[in-house]
């Protein structure tokens, strides 16, 4: 048997147990939170002051008093010892998008031959793992390998569970020696810290003194393709690289669009069921679960929480999905284009902004004075989009992304922004300036007083937009499934607040002091943004050719792949805007470029090797064999004078000739290196992606003339539809 056949054997003797949850016992919402050093869990367990001071700090983004760390660790020590820990890690979140942690014992021998649990104020603020590893884009030189985790008090602790023993887990920021941020979390924290600042000019415009803090808010519907874990052997390319490099189409696709919120098979579901438990004990909410349209795609979405802790629970939501999986001998594909041909996964990110006065500041809310607000932080978005598209395009782009988007079924790389009707409509109203004049009561309004009310769903959901306002908040539809978060928020944050900041400016300038001129100073300001970038503004259906047409005229950009994308990090409206606001210093912003590029060409490269060896080892003597069989049949048939079609022997003989050439091909270009990355970059994509796929081309015809039991990859068929 070859090892296809031996993983649909394996699958259907399987007799694997899926009641894994005693929840007649628990129910599942009752462990909501067990597992995390939460504010309800600090206030029971620290002294009242200096809980107090840690709340603050949590809820303000205030500075830390270091004076307290002792107290705050010992009663984390404790509270984790018993939950049966016997390790602390400090979690960072290097460049790669991967969640990392290293760990250490409380364990400290002490001087009669036992040991004691120990855990320090110091230990727990700051760790130093030998971090010469993990990408720093030329900031680290390997001679000061030297890298610092330091402790976010504004995510909490978690306690992650392991079939023998537990283990502390402390969320951490991730600095080189000189204080450069070499991950993903830093930039989150300094872009909300000013995103709040400019943020808060507008509430005080508006009247709201009370400073409370303004923070992002973010919730990611996050798609996946479950596929049974037996297939994975004999996959080499989904082990490799997480996609299938070769494939025929399945003569069932998703036609029939029968998957879509289709009945969840009992096996899926409970997995389901233990992956919401483990992130219910995380203090993580999940809420929607369904299929998705492609067979065996499915999607989780929590509900919204603040940036940062959005951003740690989503790198937790992809860890759990992953590790739940094993259990139910399934391999969970986070992958953006897993399958070719039918749909790919993304992680809608929706965002918002608000805080504890003035709750959603994208809801329209009801009066128009809240109206007026909520028009001007919707300027400013549209005012971001449009002036910084490129820094939107380039912080989706991955390997992975370049083939989902504009796939017919993901959004197209230009970046426009769906607003509906209602919403475009009140728009033109203001750039025809008839509102101008409208007045009540004898005061002059802010004209918008007069516009038909925002309806909290603005009609019609658009599906094909890449950056859609869904009633209360944006969809960022374009983010790639297995990409962190961490990225377009921070991007989001930064641009929105240059643009509340631009915005809060000219109304400032306008009113000149007087307060009464408000209203007047709004309409203007909102008009003059309004003008200048409502070419972002596209509500029609973003996979069309005429959209592509259309775009092109209006000047957006159109960046197709990823080098050409990541571009956008070099040009000095980049480096300005991340060093103004101190979200990235140009060290740092061009440290991503570098990194970013070279995970790109590392990704190509990898699947390249793998398309060689696979065609040149199982997918070659495969045909060979088949080849073989006929030509002997062919023989015996001609040495007994019958007549013989070999149309199929020519056939196979052919594609045979074909696939030795395009893996001749493919070796040659791959063999020519180029040192500059950026060269390097755009002979993975120009050459080597098209060279991979005219190898692909071959593989795929063979599948379909060669005997089905010389076939040794398991066909798209069996892993899509076998559960
Ligand atoms: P749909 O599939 O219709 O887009 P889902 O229910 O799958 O809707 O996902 C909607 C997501 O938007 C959820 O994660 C939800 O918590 C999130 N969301 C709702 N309000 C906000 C908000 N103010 N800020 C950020 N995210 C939000
Ligand atoms: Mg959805």
């Known amino acids: 048997m070859n090892k296809r056949m031996l993983a649909i054997d394996a699958i259907n003797s399987s007799t694997l147990d899926q009641h894994t949850i005693n929840y007649k016992d628990e129910n599942s919402i009752d462990v909501f939170g067990d597992n995390v050093f939460s504010i309800s869990v600090m206030k029971k367990r620290l002294p009242k002051d200096i809980f107090k001071s840690v709340q603050a700090t949590i809820e303000n983004f205030t500075e830390l008093d270091p004076a307290i760390a002792d107290v705050v660790a010992n009663a984390m020590k404790d509270w984790a010892i018993e939950k049966c820990a016997t390790h602390y890690a400090h979690v960072f979140f290097p460049l790669t998008g991967a969640t990392a ?101 507008i509430l005080k415009l508006f009247g709201d003194d009370s400073e409370k803090f303004v923070a992002s808010t973010c919730g990611a519907e996050q798609e996946y393709f479950l596929i049974d874990k037996n297939f994975i052997t004999a996959r080499p390319d989904i082990m490799a690289s997480g996609r299938t490099l070769f494939g025929a189409p399945s003569p069932k696709g998703q036609e029939f669009d029968d998957h879509y919120f289709g009945a969840i098979s009992d096996r899926v579901l409970a997995f389901m069921f233990e992956v919401e438990r483990e992130l219910y004990k995380l203090g993580i909410p999940a809420k929607t679960r369904h299929n998705e349209v492609a067979p065996g795609q499915f999607e989780v979405a929590p509900v919204f929480e603040t940036a940062n802790l ?21 391999k969970c594909l986070l992958h953006e284009k897993p399958f070719a041909g039918i749909n790919g996964s993304g992680k809608h990110l929706n965002y918002s902004f608000g805080n504890e006065s003035q709750g959603n500041l994208l809801d329209p809310g009801k009066t128009p004075h809240k109206n007026a607000q909520f028009l001007v932080f919707c300027a400013a978005v549209i005012r971001g989009v449009h002036k910084y598209s490129k820094i939107l395009r380039a912080v989706i782009a991955s390997a992975g992304n370049d083939h989902r988007l504009g796939a017919n079924e993901a959004p197209p790389a230009i970046i426009s922004i769906f607003l509906g009707e209602q919403l475009t409509d009140v728009l033109d109203q203001i750039k025809k300036g008839c509102v101008v004049s409208s007045k009540e009561a004898g005061i002059m309004n802010v004209g918008v007083d007069t516009l038909p009310k925002l309806p909290r769903d603005a009609g019609d959901r658009n599906r094909t937009s890449p950056f859609a306002f869904t009633g209360n908040r944006f969809e960022f539809r374009a983010v790639g499934s297995e990409q962190s978060i961490a990225g377009p928020i921070v991007a989001m944050n930064t641009i929105f607040a240059d643009s509340i900041n631009y915005i809060a400016t000219e109304i400032e300038n306008y009113m000149n002091g007087n307060p009464e001129k408000l209203n007047e100073a709004v309409q203007a300001v909102l008009k003059k943004v309004v003008d200048e970038h409502d070419s972002i503004i596209f509500n029609g259906d973003n996979y069309t050719d005429f959209w592509q047409e259309e775009a092109a005229k209006r000047e957006l950009p159109n960046l197709k792949t990823t080098p050409e994308a990541l571009l956008a990090f070099c040009e000095d409206e980049a480096l300005e805007l991340f060093d103004k606001y101190n979200v990235l210093s140009n060290i740092e912003l061009k440290s991503r470029f570098e990194i970013y590029l070279e995970q790109y060409i590392l990704k190509i490269f990898v699947e390249a090797k793998t398309t060689i060896e696979m065609a040149s080892t199982i997918i070659y003597p495969s045909a060979v064999r088949y080849q073989t069989e006929l030509a002997a049949s062919c023989l015996k048939m001609k040495k007994l004078d019958i007549d013989c079609d070999n149309s199929v022997l020519s056939e196979v003989s052919v594609l045979i000739k074909n696939l030795r050439l395009n893996i001749v091909e493919l070796e040659t270009i791959l063999s020519q290196k180029n040192d500059e990355p950026l060269a390097e970059a755009k002979i993975c994509c120009e050459k080597i992606i098209p060279a991979m796929l005219e190898v692909r081309k071959t593989v795929d015809m063979l599948e379909t003339v060669v005997a089905d039991d010389l076939w040794d990859l398991p066909v798209y068929q069996e892993m899509l539809f076998i559960k």
């Open 310 to 330: 959005a951003t740690d629970h989503q790198q937790l939501v992809m860890v759990t999905l992953k590790k739940i999986a094993k259990k139910f001998n399934l």
């Open 101 to 201: 942690e290293k760990h250490d014992s409380f364990l400290v021998p002490d001087l009669s031959g036992k040991a004691i649990a120990e855990f320090s104020g110091v230990t727990l603020i700051q760790g130093e793992p030998d971090a010469s590893s993990f990408p720093s884009g030329g900031i680290r030189q390997t001679f000061e390998a030297r890298g610092y985790t330091a402790w976010d008090v504004t995510s909490p602790a978690y306690i992650m569970e392991n079939p023998n023993g537990a283990t502390l887990c402390i969320p951490t920021a991730f600095v080189s020696w000189t204080g450069e941020a070499l991950d993903k979390k830093t930039p989150i924290m300094r872009s909300m810290q000013v995103f709040n600042k400019q943020a808060q000019r």
